[in-house]
């Protein structure tokens, strides 16, 4: 089966940037999207196909795809932030979730 | 506005059985794919199951193979999961969810339900 493994958690200071990566095998070679989840919601798509963003995504999310990683980066991160974060890619006919990441904004 | 509302959720011995319902609106249902996903109490989001607007592409995880079956009726634009042979393991929140990629390359899980609770337990 094909893993997607991301960091458990990511800690960043309000302004900053967060990084969150998700490693798979030739992840470059298909197309990662992610997902931002807050406590008690539902997930909400915020990059797909590596780098765009949906309509209504703040410019500060952006994403980035190349040889076994994927890489999610919030720029001038906000307190509303916080939140989990999942990647995805699809392999073969199976939809793959990422383990997810923490991030706390300190 | 684009509405996913998950319904048929509760509690169920193992070995039972369940169907899942997920009623849209605010979207012409039938042009696009659908998916199922599912979150267990405190863990990360699990891919169930995928099935293509007109029916024709069905696919499933390994861990619900053989014991799960996708649906949809687009004259009702509802989606549906039949879950049989349930384990302890199958308890989670299910989600049903919005595709939106009509052709290749895929573009996400674009909406997605407020989720239904299942829970296997004797």
């Known amino acids: 089966s094909y893993d997607l493994t991301q960091p458990p958690s990511v800690s960043v200071s309000p302004g900053q940037t967060a990084s969150i990566t998700c490693t798979g095998d030739?992840?470059?070679?298909?197309?990662a999207c992610w997902y931002q989840q807050k406590p008690g919601q539902s997930p909400v798509l915020v990059i797909y196909q590596d780098t765009k963003r949906p309509s209504g995504i703040p410019e500060r999310f952006s994403g980035s795809n190349s040889g076994n990683t994927a890489t999610l980066t919030i720029s001038g991160t906000q307190a509303m932030d916080e939140a989990d974060y999942y990647c995805q890619a699809w392999d073969s006919r199976t939809a793959v979730f990422g383990t997810g990441t923490k991030v706390t904004v300190l | 506005e684009v509405q996913l509302v998950g319904s048929g959720g509760g509690l169920v011995q193992p070995g039972g059985s369940l169907r899942l319902s997920c009623a849209a609106s605010g979207f012409t249902f039938s042009t696009y794919s659908m998916t199922w996903v599912r979150q267990a109490p405190g863990k990360g989001l699990d891919w169930v199951s995928y099935?293509?607007?007109?029916?024709?592409?069905?696919y499933y995880a390994d861990s619900v193979k053989g014991r799960f079956t996708i649906s949809r009726d687009n004259a009702k634009s509802s989606l549906y999961l039949q879950m049989n042979s349930l384990r302890d393991e199958d308890t989670a929140v299910y989600y049903c969810a919005r595709d939106p990629s009509l052709v290749p390359p895929p573009r996400g899980f674009d909406y997605w339900g407020r989720g239904t609770l299942v829970t296997v337990s004797s």
């Open positions: 099935i293509s607007s007109s029916s024709s592409t069905i």
């Open positions: 030739k992840l470059g070679d298909k197309y």
